[in-house]
């Protein structure tokens, strides 16, 4: 049995990575960096417990993959060492092309989703490894002849899911995104190449898609939690105006270079390793630095917004389920007008609105199948005996500075 090296996670207890390639690019600089990116964005405004990171989070979606793994071949799933070796290496990268805040500032800095950074990273690192990583890479492209094991990665029962969930519910203190993981993984089998759940388990379904619901609009997409995240992209966006503009600002060196230039997803593939040692440069250090440094710049709207985030003094909220009247944000708009003067354009980045959407599951494409005693296997949203909420559920908001409250 070859030697492990051993994390002690607050969530699962200890986890056990064997030495070789995995321990190897756990150990790499670019998976370092996520030590540095948070889980959660700016949750812990209000989950003050809630500052673990993307480090945690694939650690622990690494060590459900490998109890997924024994599950399977325990039911006689052919899953060769090769095979696990490389779909433990999907899991263990999927989130390694992150940004700052993770999710918070996605698409703002680059214009390129971090799911194909992440392939973009582990095409660099499969030339670093002299071509180890070539059926991980296939495995998360999808490309792999055996589904099931692209479906561990990425789909509706997923082992990036099944942690994200349990960890953000730990670190949160919020009970209800509570799931039986444990269970879960322990119903899962393989029927005509794709992943089902044991009929045995399908409360257990039930209970993680009701979770995963309630820790979206109690969590991810709690009110205080959507304006400071909000604040956080609009202040990000005037640094980079400013910045165009030529104004005087304190910023990294990983920061200007992504704000010199506008890449795109062509120039990461034409100079790849160049780029993306300079994005692995980039983290929530990198921002949060920005904001401190210009606390007291001249430009008024970046101080603002600055001093806001950093102190706390977050800006007011409002969710409806229908849009906005007009007349009711241009109300808005005069009475800050009033309070600091006449501000054209840039008043856009203290009032400002837009929509948050999230459905509890999706009927579209790759439903979880349940395995019936019969070895029939049925759609999650006509097995269950309760109504599967299969709805985009959608609530619009108003942000703007207590000042005018």
């Known amino acids: 049995m070859s030697k492990k090296k051993i994390f002690n996670d607050p969530v699962y207890g200890f ?24 889980q959660v964005g700016l949750t812990h405004y209000v989950y003050p417990g809630a500052l673990h990171t993307r480090f945690h989070h694939a650690l622990g979606a690494l060590h459900l993959m490998h109890e997924a793994i024994e599950v399977l071949r325990s039911k006689d799933v052919e899953i060769t060492e090769k095979e696990a070796e490389a779909v433990n290496i999907a899991i263990l990268l999927h989130d390694i092309g992150h940004g700052p805040f993770s999710h918070a500032l996605e698409n703002l800095l680059i214009k390129i989703h971090h799911e194909d950074l992440s392939i973009l990273f582990m095409e660099e690192l499969n030339e670093i490894f002299e071509g180890k990583l070539s059926m991980a890479i296939q495995i998360f492209k999808n490309e792999y002849p055996k589904p099931f094991l692209y479906q561990l990665v990425s789909g509706q029962l997923d082992m990036d899911r099944l942690d994200y969930l349990n960890r953000d519910s730990f670190f949160t203190g919020v009970s209800e995104g509570v799931i039986g993981y444990d ?7 393989v029927r005509d190449g794709n992943l089902v759940v044991e009929e045995k388990g399908i409360y257990s379904i039930e209970k993680f898609l009701i979770a995963r619901r309630l820790m979206y609009w109690q969590v991810y997409l709690h009110k ?5 995240e909000q604040m956080l992209i609009k202040a990000v966006k005037r640094i980079k105006e400013l910045h165009e503009m030529g ?12 704000f010199n230039q506008s890449l795109t997803s062509q120039d990461f593939k034409n100079s790849r390793k160049q780029v993306l040692d300079q994005f692995a440069k980039l983290d929530d250090v990198d921002v949060i630095m920005a904001l401190k440094d210009n606390l007291e710049n001249e430009d008024l709207v970046l101080s603002f917004l600055a001093k806001s985030i950093i102190n706390r003094e977050l800006f007011k909220i ?3 389920n229908i849009p906005f009247e007009r007349d009711y944000i241009q109300k808005m708009r005069q009475k800050l007008t009033n309070e600091i003067g006449p501000m ?5 980045h203290l009032i400002f ?18 395995l019936f005693k019969n070895g029939k296997t049925v759609p999650m949203s006509e097995a269950s005996d309760r109504e599967i909420h299969s709805k985009i559920i959608t609530k619009y908001y108003l942000c703007y500075p207590k000042i005018i409250c």
């Open 224 to 228: 205080t939690v959507l304006a400071a």
């Open 318 to 320: 409002e969710l409806k």
């Open 344 to 348: 054209g354009n840039e008043l856009e």
């Open 15 to 38: 986890i056990g990575v064997p030495y070789g390639i995995l321990f190897d690019l756990i150990e790499h600089p670019y998976f370092q960096r996520l030590r540095r990116i948070k």
């Open 353 to 370: 609105g837009g929509t948050e959407s999230n459905n509890e599951y999706s009927i579209l494409k790759d439903e979880i199948r349940i």
């Open 183 to 189: 269970r879960i993984i322990k119903m899962l089998d």
């Open 247 to 258: 104004k005087p600002l304190i910023l990294s060196p990983a920061l200007s270079y992504f």
